[in-house]
């Protein structure tokens, strides 16, 4: 008798265990944990010389989750172009700067599972480097700060289609000479994420 009930005790046990390795396979990936792409464009909000300034941008992100609908993710901007012709110097050539950044961003993501619609708040301070100075009268090296708002809307069950409004900041804070110009840009934003969950499925 001991001996069946030991044997009925470790079918159970294994049971249990099998479940529960079922149930976290099927739960769903949080949707503010994976990858994200976007494109940014814009227009700067700076001194008279400068407001013409136009930015345009890709950024390549992996969000981490850390609960409570909080994420910290790394944002890799392998391209951020700005056109900072002076327009009010006539006969000036046309002046087009590039550069790359990398940014720490912190995030709060809502999306109700019963709704197509979500929304996403982040901010992050990172590093800024320009392949030569932004603004012109600025340096190579600066800071970049960034704020956005975004709507999402679901597409699939693990893609999310973001849409929103980012402002960002370019500036040395002094430390890379006196002069200190810096840049603020308010740009319209798209882009595509989606978890990390599908990414490895779709791994042959």
Avoid at 22 to 42: E, I, K, M, N
Avoid at 92 to 103: F, G, L
Avoid at 109 to 123: D, N
Wanted: some cysteine.
């Amino acid at each position: 008798m001991r001996r069946v009930a030991r044997k009925l005790i470790v079918a159970l046990v294994f049971f249990l265990e099998g479940e529960c390795a079922l149930a976290q396979a099927a739960a769903p990936a949080p949707l503010d944990a994976g990858w994200r792409v976007f494109a940014s464009y814009g227009q700067a909000s700076a001194p008279r010389s400068q407001g013409f300034a136009e930015q345009a941008s890709f950024a390549v992100a992996r969000d981490f989750d850390l609960g409570s609908r909080f994420s910290l993710g790394i944002e890799f901007t392998p391209l951020f172009v700005v056109n900072q012709t002076r327009v009010d110097l006539p006969g000036r050539p046309r002046e087009v700067a590039y550069a790359v950044a990398v940014t720490p961003v912190l995030a709060w993501t809502y999306v109700p599972k019963a709704s197509r619609f979500g929304l996403r708040l982040e901010g992050g301070v990172g590093i800024f480097w320009g392949f030569s100075p932004i603004p012109a009268e600025g340096s190579r090296f600066n800071f970049l700060d960034e704020f956005a708002g975004l709507v999402l809307v679901r597409a699939g069950s693990d893609r999310l289609v973001s849409l929103g409004v980012r402002r960002v900041h370019v500036s040395n804070l002094g430390l890379a000479g006196p002069d200190n110009p810096g840049l603020s840009f308010y740009s319209g934003v798209v882009g595509l994420s989606w978890t990390a969950r599908q990414a490895a499925a779709a791994r042959p």
